[in-house]
């Protein structure tokens, strides 16, 4: 069951441009939304997480736009960098029980 | 910021033995640590919550037998993995959550290669 739906599954951005990667969510429990950074080898690193009682945060290039009656997030990376290429995933969570989404393996074109 | 390492990094083993995997998390306590499961190009799956002290909440599907969890410590659990075989080579990753806090910190994760 999947609980948490991403998309879409590979992004490929020229450098400066902005990256949008889209999630959905079922649960309405849900009251953490965090966004991962993954690159190759490495375990994943907390990225940006917003609360549902929030409709954007903003953090640097980084933002989540939040759409609670259509339980959709999203997280928007603006000038994107070649440095920025690696798996996004984005997750939900509720009492600490985090289910992800499947990723999005971004590529960031210089 | 808050850490949590694993060790080993990456692990060879024979089919039929057994690994144990440690997470630790280094500049807080936690009490609920998380273990889970990636296969290459694949999301994390949750494999089971392990509570500080009590028996750890496997998910459906994971054999409890085969991959046992012990949570010792608030800043120790160990994931074993027993009879290994060569369908349980995955990429374990542990996370924890610090107390009074709704994040969770993700440790660098084991390779395991089981031959």
């Known amino acids: 069951q999947q609980q948490v739906k991403q998309s879409p599954q590979s992004l490929i951005v020229q450098k400066g441009g902005i990256s949008i990667i889209n999630c959905a969510y079922e649960n309405t429990a849900f009251d953490y939304f965090p966004w991962y950074q993954q690159f190759p080898g490495k375990g994943p690193a907390l990225l940006i997480a917003?609360?549902?009682?929030?409709s954007e945060k903003k953090e640097g290039r980084f933002t989540i736009s939040f759409n609670k009656s259509a339980k959709q997030f999203s997280l928007h990376i603006m000038d994107s960098q070649p440095g920025d290429s690696a798996t996004y995933f984005c997750?939900?969570?509720?009492?600490?029980?985090?289910?992800f989404g499947a990723g999005t393996r971004l590529t960031v074109k210089p | 910021g808050a850490v949590v390492s694993q060790h080993p990094s990456w692990v060879i083993c024979k089919s039929g033995t057994s690994v144990k995997i440690e997470c630790r998390s280094l500049?807080?306590?936690?009490?609920?640590m998380f273990w889970y499961r990636q296969f290459p190009k694949q999301s994390l799956m949750l494999m089971a919550t392990?509570?500080?002290?009590?028996?750890?909440?496997?998910e459906q599907g994971v054999e409890k037998d085969k991959f046992l969890i012990n949570h010792a410590s608030l800043t120790l659990s160990t994931l074993t993995v027993t009879s290994a075989h060569p369908e349980d080579s995955s990429f374990y990753i542990c996370?924890?959550?610090?107390?009074?806090?709704?994040?969770?910190?993700f440790g660098p994760g084991t390779r395991l290669t089981v031959t």
């Open positions: 917003i609360r549902p009682d929030v």
């Open positions: 392990s509570n500080e002290g009590s028996k750890a909440t496997y």
């Open positions: 997750a939900a969570s509720w009492f600490g029980d985090m289910r």
């Open positions: 996370s924890a959550i610090p107390s009074s806090s709704y994040e969770q910190y």
């Open positions: 500049d807080f306590q936690a009490t609920t």
